[in-house]
C-alpha cells in the first residue's frame, strides 16, 4: 500500500470497498457479501421516466415465444432510434455488471441497434418494465460450492481413454505462485437451444460459470454458423465451455488459488455425455470430430469432468430463450440462495 499510495490518492484505504462501476457491496452481520446494482438501477429507472416516461412494470424481460428477427413493422425515427440505442446500452452495462436474468433478452435486441424497428423498442421497453418491478436482485459472494438438489439425478460418466490423448497437459506455468488456501470448486452450466433464431436458424449458446456459489460469468449468444441437430448445437456450446474452463483454472492458479479438481462441465444432452466421455464412439464430421478430440483430451486428464443434468435444474437455461415467470424466477432464485 505504501508503494501504491506513492503513485495514486487512496481514499477508504483501511474500509473494504462499498461502491465499484456502479455495483454495491454489502456485508451482512454473518460476513456474508451480496452485490446488487439497486441504487444504479433506479437512477437509471429515474432520469429515463423523466425523459421518455415511466415503463409499465413486467414480470420477465421477454415474453416467451418472441423473437425480434421476425418483426416486420416499420423503422423508428432519429429520436426513438436513439431511446432504443439508449436502453440497449444501460442493460448490456447491467448484464456486465450482475443482472444475468435480462441477458438473453437484451442479446436478443442488441444486434438490432442499427436500424430498430418499432416492435423493438416496445420490447426494450418491456426489459426496463422488468428492472423497475425487480430492482433489488442480488447475488451472493460464496466460497462453498454450489448446491445440487437432492431429486436431481447427476451422470458423471469416466471412461479409460488409453493412450489416445496421453500427450495432452494442462497448461501449467512455473512461475504459478504456491496456493495458500484451499481449492475452489469450479462448475460450468451450458446449453444451447436449437434453432433458436427463426430467420437465419442459428442456435442460442448459454453459459453460467460459478467459482464455489459465486457466479463469475454469464454468456447469452448466438452461434457464429447453423447447426443441423441438437446434438452439434449441444456440442458447439460445450467447447465454449472446455474453453471458459481452462481459462478460469489458469487465472486461479495465476493468483495462488489451489485447483487440482476436475472442473464439472453440467449439461442436459446424454448423446453430448456419452460422445465426450466415451472413448469409443465415432463421428464423421471434421468438425464435431475436432470438438469433440479438444473436449475429450480435457476429460482424458481430469481438467474437466462432463455431467448429465436436468434440464429443469440447468442454470444456463435462462441464458438461451426466455422463460415464464415461474422458472425464470426460480432459477434466479436458486442461484442467489446458494
Same mark, same amino acid.
Given at each position: 500500500m505504501s508503494q501504491i499510495e506513492q503513485q495514486f490518492d487512496v481514499r477508504n484505504k483501511e474500509d473494504s470497498p462499498s461502491c465499484y462501476l456502479g455495483n454495491f457491496y454489502k456485508r451482512d452481520d454473518k460476513g456474508n457479501i451480496h452485490v446488487s446494482s439497486t441504487k444504479h438501477i433506479k437512477e437509471v429507472?429515474?432520469? $429515463? /421516466?423523466?425523459?421518455?416516461?415511466? +415503463?409499465?412494470? %413486467?414480470?420477465?424481460?421477454?415474453?416467451? !415465444?418472441?423473437?425480434?428477427?421476425? &418483426?416486420?413493422?416499420?423503422?423508428?425515427?432519429?429520436?426513438? @432510434? %436513439? %431511446?432504443?440505442?439508449?436502453?440497449?446500452?444501460?442493460?448490456?452495462?447491467?448484464?456486465? /455488471?450482475?443482472?444475468?436474468?435480462?441477458?438473453? !433478452? +437484451?442479446?436478443?435486441?442488441?444486434?438490432?441497434?442499427? !436500424? *430498430?424497428?418499432?416492435?423493438?423498442?416496445?420490447? /426494450?421497453?418491456?426489459?426496463?418494465?422488468?428492472?423497475?418491478?425487480?430492482?433489488?436482485?442480488?447475488?451472493?459472494?460464496?466460497?462453498?460450492?454450489?448446491? +445440487? *438438489?437432492? &431429486?436431481?439425478? +447427476?451422470? /458423471?460418466?469416466?471412461? &479409460? $481413454?488409453?493412450? %489416445?490423448? #496421453?500427450?495432452?497437459?494442462?497448461?501449467? &506455468?512455473?512461475?504459478?505462485? @504456491?496456493?495458500? #488456501?484451499?481449492?475452489?470448486?469450479? @462448475?460450468? $452450466?451450458?446449453?444451447?437451444?436449437?434453432?433458436?433464431?427463426?430467420?437465419?436458424?442459428? #442456435?442460442i449458446a448459454g453459459l453460467l460459470r460459478f467459482v464455489g456459489s459465486t457466479p463469475v460469468m454469464w454468456s447469452s449468444k448466438r452461434q457464429s454458423s447453423m447447426q443441423t441437430s441438437t446434438f452439434r448445437a449441444e456440442f458447439t456450446a460445450l467447447k465454449k465451455a472446455v474453453e471458459e474452463a481452462t481459462a478460469i483454472r489458469y487465472c486461479l492458479r495465476s493468483m495462488g488459488v489451489k485447483v487440482e479438481k476436475p472442473t464439472p462441465i453440467c449439461v442436459d444432452n446424454m448423446s453430448v455425455v456419452l460422445n465426450a466421455s466415451n472413448p469409443g464412439s465415432t463421428l464423421n464430421k471434421k468438425a464435431i470430430m475436432l470438438l469433440r478430440h479438444c473436449t475429450r483430451e480435457h476429460v482424458a486428464n481430469d481438467a474437466i469432468e462432463i455431467r448429465k443434468i436436468e434440464s429443469e435444474q440447468n442454470c444456463s437455461d435462462p441464458m438461451t430463450k426466455a422463460l415464464n415467470s415461474t422458472n425464470l424466477h426460480g432459477f434466479f432464485y436458486e442461484i442467489q440462495s446458494n
Open positions: 429507472l429515474r432520469q $429515463f /421516466a423523466k425523459q421518455c416516461g415511466e +415503463v409499465r412494470k %413486467q414480470s420477465i424481460p421477454v415474453r416467451t !415465444a418472441k423473437h425480434p428477427e421476425t &418483426d416486420q413493422s416499420s423503422c423508428l425515427n432519429a429520436e426513438e @432510434t %436513439q %431511446q432504443f440505442q439508449h436502453i440497449i446500452g444501460v442493460c448490456q452495462w447491467l448484464v456486465v /455488471a450482475g443482472r444475468f436474468d435480462i441477458n438473453h !433478452a +437484451v442479446s436478443s435486441l442488441s444486434r438490432f441497434s442499427i !436500424a *430498430p424497428q418499432k416492435r423493438h423498442l416496445e420490447l /426494450a421497453r418491456e426489459i426496463m418494465g422488468h428492472l423497475r418491478k425487480n430492482p433489488k436482485r442480488r447475488h451472493w459472494i460464496n466460497p462453498l460450492p454450489p448446491n +445440487v *438438489p437432492s &431429486d436431481c439425478e +447427476v451422470i /458423471a460418466i469416466k471412461e &479409460d $481413454f488409453g493412450y %489416445q490423448h #496421453s500427450c495432452f497437459q494442462e497448461e501449467i &506455468d512455473p512461475r504459478f505462485p @504456491t496456493p495458500l #488456501s484451499s481449492e475452489l470448486e469450479i @462448475t460450468i $452450466f451450458v446449453d444451447a437451444d436449437h434453432g433458436h433464431d427463426k430467420v437465419t436458424g442459428r #442456435s
